[in-house]
Structures are given as C-alpha cells and as structure tokens.
C-alpha cells in the first residue's frame, strides 16, 4: 500500500490518505496540485488562527534529572503562570534526564514537540527552567518558535502587573539584567550591517554599544530605585511618632495574603487566583480585640527558583520586610505542594535574613481542605488554620498576633507610642517598630 501523509492546521480533514492499490505507474496523484492546495488552505487557515487570537499557544516542557512526580507539578505550576500571561497552554513534555547543554532535551523528544507544536499550531515553547543562550538558540532554530524559559515568564507576568512607576522601574531593571548577558554575538553580525558610521565609538562593536547602554540603563534605574526606597525611608522616620507595631503578611504567590488583608481590614486589594496579582506592597490600619492598633502590610508573593535578578530588583521591596515585628506566613493548605511552597517560603526569608522575626505560619483555605491536613499543618508547622473567605475563622489568629506582639519587647513599644519615650542614644539602633502607612488607611 502506498499512503501519502502530511500535517496541517487542525481543520478537522484526515491528515492521511491511502491510495487505491495499484501499479506505481498507474497511481494517479497530482503532487503539484495536492500540494497548492494543502498550502493554501493552511495560510488561509493559519492566518485566520493569529488574527483570531488573543492569546498565545504554547507547549510547556519540564526537564530535569527529579521525580516525574516533581515534573508534572512543575508544568502544573508553569501552566498558572503561563495562564497569568495570558497564554494558553495546549501541551507538555516532560523529561528526566540531565539537562543537554546544547538543546536542553534530547532530539527524539524534540521530534515529538515539533509535531505536536505543528498539529495544534503553537507559537511558543516553554521550559521549566532557565535556558543558556545557545540552549535557546538552538531550540528556536530547530523548531521555528519562539522559546522562553521560566524566568523570562516570570518578568512578563511582572512586567503586566506592575501598576506604580517604581514596580514599572523594578521589571525593568531585572528585564535589563536578565537581557545583559544574553545579547549574543549573532545578533551583533546583524546590527553590524545596520550599525551607520559614527554610530559607535573608536575600536567599539555595536555588541559593546549595546552591552554599555544597557549598563547605563542598569545604574542609572539603581540610582531612581534608591532614591525612592530612601525618600520612603525618611518619610516613615517622620510618621516616627505613630509606632504601631508592623505586622507584614509574606507568602508563596496565590496563598491569599491579600484575601486575608482585606478581610481583616476591610479593604479591597486587588486579589486574583492567579500568580502575582500583587506587586506593590500595601499598608493598613487595623484595630485588634482589647483595642490595639497595628499596621498591617500585603506583598509580593514568593515562588520556587524565584528569578535572581527580579530578587535583587525587588529586594528593596523585600528588605522593607525587616521593620516587621512580627511576619505572618500565609500558606495555601489546599495546594498539594503546600509542603513544597512552606520550604521555599522559609529559604527565602532565610535568604532575606528576616528568619529572626517572630512568625505565624497561618494555614488559609481550610474550606478547600480536609479536617486531616489541617490537622496534619497544625501539628508540624504549629500553623493557625483560617480560611480568609470567612471572617469567623479569624479569631484565634486575631489572638495569635495579639499575643505575640505583647510577649515581644513590643508592649514597650506601645508605651513608646503612647509619648513616653524620648529621642536618645537608641534612636539609630534597628527601629522594629516603624510603621508604614503608604496608602489610606482604613481603621476596622
Ligand atoms: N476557597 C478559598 N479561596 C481563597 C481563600 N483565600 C484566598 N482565596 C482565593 O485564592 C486566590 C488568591 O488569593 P490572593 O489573595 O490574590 O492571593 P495572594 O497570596 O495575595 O497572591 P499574589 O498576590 O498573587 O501573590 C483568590 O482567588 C482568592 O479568592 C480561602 O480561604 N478559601
Ligand atoms: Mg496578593
């Protein structure tokens, strides 16, 4: 039997056809035509597919020498956030092995990538991990896609989300420095053609231009972002006089530290189950039981291999953290990589050097979960369970935080509020209790 064979966009027409059995000098196909037609209808397709679209369509790959268990909830968890970029995810890979230097995956997995990307008209390739320059060059050679690995993923969801002209200046400094390295020389043979005389400096490759602009860029959104950080630093020294002690929630992205400051404060933070709805940090007032008052403060949420560059880019956001009394860990307890997502959670404050601060680890959405896990969270990480959805869970963690704020040298804090303290010898020792209260505020 002879069968002709071919992909094409999924228009629901058989992509194999078995001729009718006969001597090859009888088969009676027109390759010509068959091909101008298979052409035609794919451009008419295809074109209708991009113009159609929103969203990109994209392949998640996952490898790496872990369990196949870590795999799939690594595409799990690429897949939310791929979502939160608004991509559509239609396929994934996985493979277990050592990552290739060269092309990341080995070349029979590759085959099977490049079919399904043709059969379901995918635009880009997704990796679980960080890809080497020439790790995606060759990707994007052999496969005619676009490749982009998690951190650059990542820097897009953040590069949607920042709203304030700081986070805006954060993303892009960490954008910047992710790209610094990456400018290869392959780009510069190209823009060396383009490159007009007197358009570089003596001996200079445009590969150096564009190595040293980018450099400038880097240093000069330093300077703003310090600026900044200190212009707040001093305008909190100023609100010295209100010494609310600060209680900062921290957590993995979609946890629902932001649910639980709006309850607990009765606002309206933009909360979304998806990655990193939250990048600026947010300040409340808050009215505990026995009439308290504490500042309360909501940010950017933590995630497994976070980026280095967007660390360091918003370390400063971060170190604000610091000035907590006391840090809630929000931890989403129906995840089924809660355990996972503590860890990760208590490296980076590690990391951060904020493990000395006082911590609650509070156990959220236990209407998701059963009464085994909660008890199971309780028991190993002493964690509060509460369900942020319902405010008549939130009593006990009202009283935790009560608590531990009063057995800390804190209640002298309140007497320091309270006026009874004066500026002496102390005053440049590490404040504990600068409170910061950056946007209204709004007594419960
Ligand atoms: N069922 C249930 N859903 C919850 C609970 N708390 C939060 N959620 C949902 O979980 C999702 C994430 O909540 P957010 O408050 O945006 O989470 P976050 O930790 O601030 O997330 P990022 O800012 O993205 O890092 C939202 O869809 C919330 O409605 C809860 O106790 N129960
Ligand atoms: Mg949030």
Known sequence: TIAI?????????????????TAIENIDLNCLELFHS????????FAH??????????????????????????VTEMTELAEAAKITVVDSFTQQRKLNPHMAIGSGKLKEI????????????????????????????????????????????????????EGKLKVELAQLKYRLPRISDKTTALSRLTGGIGSRGPGETTLEI??????????????????????????????????????????????????????MTRSKVFTENLPFATLDPTS???????????????????????PKDLLDAFRTTLEELREADLLLHVVDSSNSEVKEQIETVEEILRELDLDHIPILTVANKIDLVS??????????YRAIPISARRAETLPPLLESIRKTLRFKPLSQNFSHSQGHSHPGPDQDKPESQKADQQKSVSPI
């Open 371 to 380: 009464p085994e896990i909660v008890r199971w969270l309780t028991k190993h």
């Open 5 to 21: 064979g071919h992909l094409q966009p999924d228009t629901g027409a058989s992509s194999h056809i078995a001729l009718p059995l």
């Open 210 to 263: 564009d190595r040293r602009r980018i450099r400038e860029r880097i240093s000069k959104l330093e300077k703003k972002l310090q600026k900044m950080a200190r212009s707040r630093t001093n305008a909190r020294k100023k609100r010295k006089r209100n010494q609310l002690p600060l209680v900062s929630i921290v957590g993995y992205t979609n946890a629902g530290k932001s649910t639980l400051l709006n309850i």
């Open 114 to 165: 490049i079919i399904s990307s043709m059969e379901q008209d995918v635009d880009l390739l997704i990796f679980d991990h960080d890809l080497s320059p020439t790790q995606v060059n060759n990707l994007s050679r052999q496969t005619d896609l676009k490749v982009i690995d998690r951190t650059l993923l990542i820097l897009d969801i953040f590069a949607r989300r920042a709203l304030s002209r």
């Open 38 to 45: 298979l052409e035609s209808s794919a451009v008419t397709e």
């Open 49 to 74: 597919k991009t113009t159609g679209r929103e969203n990109q369509r994209a392949i998640i790959i996952s490898v790496g020498p872990n369990a196949a268990r870590t795999l799939d909830q690594s």
């Open 284 to 306: 409340r007032r808050l009215r505990l039981p026995q009439e308290q008052e504490i500042i309360i403060t909501d940010t950017v949420g933590f995630i497994k291999k976070l």
